[in-house]
Each structure stands twice: as structure tokens, then as C-alpha cells.
T-cell receptor, first 115, second 112 residues
Framework: NAGVTQTPKFQVLKTGQSMTLQCAQDMNHNSMYWYRQDPGMGLRLIYYSASEGTTDKGEVPNGYNVSRLNKREFSLRLESAAPSQTSVYFC??????????????FGPGTRLLVL | LAKTTQPISMDSYEGQEVNITCSHNNIATNDYITWYQQFPSQGPRFIIQGYKTKVTNEVASLFIPADRKSSTLSLPRVSLSDTAVYYCLVGPSSGSARQLTFGSGTQLTVLP
């Protein structure tokens, strides 16, 4: 049981290049999120997927697209990278308990540097 | 959105009990309070969650007063390895994820 995995761990891009960040979970969770975390800051929600086949915008969606490929996988795509997208990206898989709040399980993160 | 306010940083010594308070004045009826811990270069990790009164698990306790406008994470007898950023998150058990907001967190530094 690997939990939440993310690839790549680290990436350097030039301005204007594109790339896809991959996230997969093996916990059979319905919901998955993508966050970004800038130095010294909290996490900001980019996009989320409440269930397979659905996606919705979070707080900072501009410049990103997502795909919920199946229940396990949720990818984040940067079509034309900009220096402002230099950040650490975290994927989370969500357990929603009956009568309880949700618990988020985070991946190890992808460190992205855009030059 | 239930906005949260936490101290930016706290220092403590090994073996002491640490209490970190989070203010959430506009918490909604169906909101839960969840605390996460984050070490450098890692994703946040769930610590504890509660709705009201007191919750305790093997690593922490969470105290929530009757009005639920604040909550306190209590870490008993901290060690150096508890040095991390602690986030308070307030949000509903169901509904839009856009209602979930991570604040800036509290940097806890445990000193020898």
C-alpha cells in the first residue's frame, strides 16, 4: 500500500514549456486534490476532483488543467509554464468518513522550477 | 469560508507540553476542525480531527470550546522531532472543496 505517489519529484522547465504532473493513489478514495505551496506559505487549492469523471476549480486554477483519468489517477498539466508557477505541488487523496470530517492524505510533492 | 488565524511561530523545550490555538470565528454548523503537521520537504500529515469538546489520540489532544470559535491542539511532552509547521483546517464533511482553506500555519520549534 503506497498511499499517494507523485512523479516527478523534481523538474526544471523553461518559460513556455509544458509538462504534466502525475498523481496516483491506491486507497480507493473518491476525491483527489491538487495544491501548490510557495515558500513560507500555506497550501492553496488549484483543482479538485470530487469523484471519477468530475473536476472543479479551486482557489488558484489559472494556468493549469487537470484530468481525472480514473479513480486512481489525477494529473495536473501546465500548458505554458511561467516563472510564477515555480512552487511545490502536492496531490492529496481524500477519505470522507461517515458523520465525520474529511481526512487528506498527501503525496511527497513535486518541486517545480520555471526559468 | 471559515478563515483561520494561528500564531506564526512558537518555541518550546523538549519534554514540555505545547498548546497551539487556532481562531475560527465564522465556523459553520457543519464544519469540522482538522490539524495537520508538515515537515520540511514533505506533504502535510493528518494529526487529529474534532467537532466539539475534546478529542484525544495517541499523538495529540484537541480541545474545542462550546462556541467552537477556536480550538487548541495540545502536544504532550514534545521532542525535537516535533519541530514542524502545524496547520489548522476548518471545513465541512461534505460539499465543495473550495470551502477548505489552509492558513499559513504555526512553525513550532522544539529546543533541546
Amino acid at each position: 500500500n503506497a498511499g499517494v505517489t507523485q512523479t516527478p519529484k523534481f523538474q526544471v522547465l523553461k518559460t513556455g514549456q509544458s509538462m504534466t504532473l502525475q498523481c496516483a493513489q491506491d486507497m480507493n478514495h473518491n476525491s483527489m486534490y491538487w495544491y501548490r505551496q510557495d515558500p513560507g506559505m500555506g497550501l492553496r487549492l488549484i483543482y479538485y476532483s470530487a469523484s471519477e469523471g468530475t473536476t472543479d476549480k479551486g482557489e488558484v486554477p489559472n494556468g493549469y488543467n487537470v484530468s481525472r483519468l480514473n479513480k486512481r489517477e489525477f494529473s495536473l498539466r501546465l500548458e505554458s509554464a511561467a516563472p510564477s508557477q515555480t512552487s511545490v505541488y502536492f496531490c492529496a487523496s481524500i477519505l470522507r468518513g461517515t458523520g465525520q470530517g474529511e481526512t487528506q492524505y498527501f503525496g511527497p510533492g513535486t518541486r517545480l522550477l520555471v526559468l | 469560508l471559515a478563515k483561520t488565524t494561528q500564531p506564526i511561530s512558537m518555541d518550546s523545550y523538549e519534554g514540555q507540553e505545547v498548546n497551539i490555538t487556532c481562531s475560527h470565528n465564522n465556523i459553520a454548523t457543519n464544519d469540522y476542525i482538522t490539524w495537520y503537521q508538515q515537515f520540511p520537504s514533505q506533504g502535510p500529515r493528518f494529526i487529529i480531527q474534532g467537532y466539539k469538546t475534546k478529542v484525544t489520540n495517541e499523538v495529540a489532544s484537541l480541545f474545542i470550546p462550546a462556541d467552537r470559535k477556536s480550538s487548541t491542539l495540545s502536544l504532550p511532552r514534545v521532542s525535537l522531532s516535533d519541530t514542524a509547521v502545524y496547520y489548522c483546517l476548518v471545513g465541512p464533511s461534505s460539499g465543495s472543496a473550495r470551502q477548505l482553506t489552509f492558513g499559513s500555519g504555526t512553525q513550532l520549534t522544539v529546543l533541546p
